[in-house]
């Protein structure tokens, strides 16, 4: 009988410490399941804002201390403070959050929340204009503070991109090993096609240079997704580098870090 009142005692204090744990992961002003942060579609969302922002012109709403606005794979900048983020777990979509999210009272829905330290980030995609993309930016919604609207001055769709036609060609892997599959894709005046093994890869996108930048974007489950990688040449030979995994995870099923980066060799040819 004792023993049974031991193991009855056992199963209701883990049944209890169970129903105590926090729904958000880094406990971080609440918030959302934790399968919900760092979600893919929450991922794919945050690349479409990756670059810099500014506030538009003759604009007076406050502060302006939080601009240049700079987005990363690995990183948000507001003005010159820089908060290093995880998107396997700072990243929701906005109607996945059932944290606090106030402004002046009011809910806020925009596209993401970004957690940055003890605050919130939320973005909201407003109208492209002028091929120019904005958004609308709420920072530290907490404590009910900062609206700003944006325009995007580098990065994809920001106008600023270099002659796509530079790096056309036909860019070829072959020296696949392990769950890697081999590929091919074939820039054309900012347009790519891909063919290869790995499935579920999208057929074709689009891309801008900028310097030695190829930012590629396609569309996956209904979501337009971003990602920069580093062109370097040397004759037929080009090594495509990042430290995001998503063009190589995606293309060529390729995840093997080298020094913080990503990176795969391919055959060349105009």
Not at 89 to 103: F, H, R, V, W
Request: charged share 15%; aromatic share 14%.
């Amino acid at each position: 009988m004792r023993k049974f009142l031991f193991i009855l005692g056992a199963l209701s204090l883990f049944a209890f410490m169970s129903c105590q744990q926090p729904t958000d992961s880094a406990d971080n002003n609440g918030g959302g399941e934790v399968s919900k942060w760092g979600s893919l579609e929450a991922k794919a969302i945050y690349n479409t804002f990756l670059g810099t922002w500014m506030l538009e012109d003759g604009q007076t709403l406050k502060p302006n201390g939080i601009v240049p606005v700079i987005l990363a794979s690995d990183s948000v900048t507001l003005g010159t403070i820089k908060y290093t983020i995880n998107q396997d777990t700072d990243l929701i979509k906005s109607e996945d959050y059932d944290g606090p999210s106030y402004y002046n009272g009011t809910d806020w829905y925009g596209d993401i929340y970004i957690k940055l330290s003890d605050r919130l980030l939320a973005i909201d995609r407003e109208s492209t204009w002028n091929g120019i993309e904005t958004c609308t930016l709420m920072w530290n919604l907490y404590e009910n503070t900062n609206f700003n609207f944006l325009y995007k001055v580098s990065g994809s769709g920001s106008g600023s991109e270099d002659d796509t036609s530079s790096l056309n060609g036909t860019y070829t892997f072959n020296s696949a090993t392990g769950s890697q599959s081999n590929g091919t894709i074939t820039l054309s005046d900012g347009n790519f096609t891909y063919s290869g093994g790995k499935s579920q890869a999208p057929s074709s996108g689009t891309y801008i240079v900028s310097g030695s930048d190829i930012t590629f974007s396609w569309t996956a489950s209904g979501y337009s997704v971003s990602t920069t990688v580093t062109v370097s040449k040397d004759g037929s030979s080009v090594t495509l580098s990042s430290s995001e995994v998503l063009f190589f995870s995606t293309f060529f099923g390729s995840t093997a870090q080298s020094g913080g980066k990503y990176s795969l060799t391919f055959n060349y040819t105009e």
